[in-house]
């Protein structure tokens, strides 16, 4: 009897032992803490330390362009640009594979053959304004629309009081200010200069910084390779030059 009571204390004692277990392990359980997820509303860094540091969110503004009723009209219209005081306000085209690079060069948004054309953009760039330089074609129409009134900037006066473009896509708003205006050769830049690289884009800022003649900003010394250009092209009277009107990008928003 005496080994019998024995055993039956050892088996309530281990009875007892599990029942205090499960309760600390429920309680235990209950105790821990949810797991928070985090999700950030800006934009994110590393410093060299590799801290993380947060960017200012981009400003929101209301975009002004109906892109659904310019793409009933052409599906290649990705962008649109204003310039204040001038009458360049057009959409900006790209064409896509299955047309020549130059194909807006000289068809319409119509569709029909001939000038005046429209702005375009090669397909050398991204639809993003986020390569090194961005360039824009048009035509100098005597009746001027297209490019025309870019000789506007040859002006030192006008170049001074007009500075800013402004480039709207179906999701971003772009300004930029106007730093440059000159007579250049009719060399393809995206050829004579190599603006997939640094090393590229370096050596041509260093080209403009030094360029003779021409109407300049004298923030033009500081741009880096960070800075980010925008460069509007257009027919001259002689065949052998093209005039260059460029920006730097100084301002990204979200379009809505």
Known sequence: MKVRNFYNYIIMGLMLLSILFLAACGRQEAEVP???TCYYSMPVSLTPAGQIELEPPLPVVQNPIDFEEWWEQDENVYAYIE???TRISYPILQSDDTQPEDYYLEHNLDGSYGYPGCIYSQRFNHKDFEDYNTILYGHNMNNGTGFHDLHLYR????FDDNRDIYIYTPEMAYTYRIIAAYIFTNDHLMYKYDFETEEGY???LDMLKSYPSGNFDEDIQSLTTDDRLLTLSTCTNDDSTRLLVQAKLVERAIAQ
């Open 34 to 36: 949810e797991i928070m």
């Open 83 to 85: 310039v204040p005081n």
């Open 155 to 158: 002006d030192a006066s006008f």
């Open 202 to 204: 370096q050596e041509y």
